[in-house]
């Protein structure tokens, strides 16, 4: 992955005050490379790395991240804010039906994205109306009448041997017949072509001036890789397009075409598909998409676990409960829930090294023996609510009865709540030293 590269390109670089030239061309390389395998059009690569250099030149290196960590963060904040940052919502007509239009190359999954967006938009209280205005293949007519009634939407198709040719006339009519219907969206198939064509792209505008779409959505595979900034510039052209939904999402391309078509037209991509159900589609996330065309997700994922678990709100929260009764309201649950976290951490202890300011926990993490949260976690649910919740009550025979369900010795229960009696203090003391003055001591 680029994360690792990256690692690799600075392994023997630290503490310097800025990248050198060198440094940053080295860099580059392992950018361009792993934008190319992810299939972002060379252009948009050359312009692409030319902007990850110029931050990188100007950019001290920080103390709290290591050369890698901080151009994978330009990187990622790069990618991120061309692929949209916040997602591009739908835009509502004020009066009438909302119409969508969809247009893209045969094959691109128009027709399925078709019946997955009304389906979407009807469990938001719309009441979408398909349109069937792709005449051009036998089949389709039919395959959008049985992806629609999957949706439980209404289909507007033209009557079997009548329309047959003119998918104008169909896309008229069925204007007509929504409004007549009140339908509050009108989203309209049409035919594609395996490649662009003129004709195709004329129909295509012609349907577009008569249903005079709110939104046209270009709708493309993400297995397009490298073709996908011609094919998009072409319906720019011929249609135009106000955002992108980008299919099969599902199958192994890295979706470098996201970027390249967000980067080459400046429309958004607003939705993804990703498989043949019509559950399988999502509005666009262009943190998810940065993070899969450049394989960042580990380290991205990791960071954001690592935040949440010492979320600061947490640590408020504990020291808020050990204020106020004097530590008593932390529980035997709060401890096995400390404990998970820290499980979930000790797990990816091996990628720790790369979270700034976590080195110093790497150690600790690795030797952390993750059977005895196992074990831990056995024994506190062998006890009763009353007694994780008030471990004071917690005496021998309660103990001896603990160890039997959980099938530990009595040591072990006892080590277990002394254990749970000295992080209690710790916690304790913590929270007075956090500045929390005229908390009461601990009772007993
Ligand atoms: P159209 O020609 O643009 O209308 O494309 P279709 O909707 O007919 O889709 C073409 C093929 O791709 C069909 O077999 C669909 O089932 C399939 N398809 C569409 N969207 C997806 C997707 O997101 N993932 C996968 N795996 N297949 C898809
Ligand atoms: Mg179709």
Redesign the pocket.
């Known amino acids: 992955t680029l994360s690792d590269r990256l690692a690799d390109t600075f392994k023997n670089l630290r503490g310097k005050g800025r990248l050198s030239e060198a440094d940053i061309d080295a860099t580059a390389r392992e950018i361009r490379i792993a934008l190319l395998e992810a299939d972002v059009a060379l252009p948009v690569v050359r312009e692409f790395v030319a902007a990850v250099k110029d931050r990188a030149r100007g950019e001290e290196v920080s103390g709290a991240l290591n050369p890698a960590q901080q151009i994978v963060k330009i990187v990622n904040e790069e990618l991120v804010g061309i692929l949209g940052g916040e997602t591009r919502r739908l835009r509502f007509a004020k009066t009438g039906p909302t119409v969508i239009m969809l247009a893209?190359?045969?094959?691109?999954?128009?027709?399925?994205?078709a019946a997955k967006l009304a389906l979407w938009l009807k469990e938001q209280g719309r009441s979408p109306m398909l349109v069937a205005a792709?005449l051009q293949r036998p089949n389709?007519v039919n395959?959008l009448q049985v992806n629609g009634q999957r949706a439980g939407v209404t289909v507007f198709a033209p009557e079997p041997g009548n329309g047959v040719g003119d998918p104008v006339g169909v896309a008229r009519d069925a204007m007509a017949e929504a409004r007549r219907t009140l339908h509050d969206v009108v989203i309209v198939?049409t035919a594609?072509r395996l490649g662009v064509d003129a004709e195709l792209m004329q129909q295509a505008a012609d349907i577009r001036d008569v249903v005079q779409p709110d939104e046209v959505l270009f709708?493309v595979d993400a297995m397009i890789g490298q073709d996908a900034v011609t094919t998009a510039q072409a319906f720019l052209e011929g249609v135009g397009f106000d955002g992108v939904v980008l299919?099969?999402?599902?199958?192994d391309a890295r979706g470098g075409a996201a970027l390249s078509i967000r980067s080459v037209t400046g429309r958004p991509v607003m939705f993804a598909?990703?498989?043949?159900k019509l559950t399988?589609f999502d509005v666009f996330h262009p943190d998810r998409m940065a993070s899969r065309i450049l394989d960042m997700g580990d380290m991205l994922t990791l960071i954001e676990q690592a935040e949440k678990t010492f979320d600061s709100d947490q640590a408020l929260k504990a020291a808020q409960k050990l204020s106020g009764q004097g530590g008593a309201e932390f529980t035997l649950d709060d401890f096995l829930e400390q404990m998970q976290q820290v499980r979930k951490l000790g797990s990816m202890s091996k990628i720790m090294g790369m979270l700034p300011g976590m080195g110093q926990f790497r150690e600790q993490l690795e030797n952390f023996d993750e059977r005895e949260i196992d074990r831990i976690q056995a024994i506190i649910q062998s006890m009763t609510p009353a007694e994780r919740a008030n471990p004071k009550m917690i005496d021998g025979s309660r103990r001896a009865r603990i160890a039997k369900g959980s099938g530990r010795a009595v040591m072990d229960v006892n080590q277990l709540v002394d254990r749970f009696f000295e992080a209690r203090k710790m916690m304790q003391q913590m929270a007075r030293g956090g500045g929390m003055p005229g908390m009461p001591g601990m009772p007993g």
């Open positions: 893209g190359l045969q094959g691109a999954g128009k027709t399925t994205l792709d389709a395959q198939d594609g709708v299919t099969k999402l599902d199958g598909s990703s498989g043949e399988d």
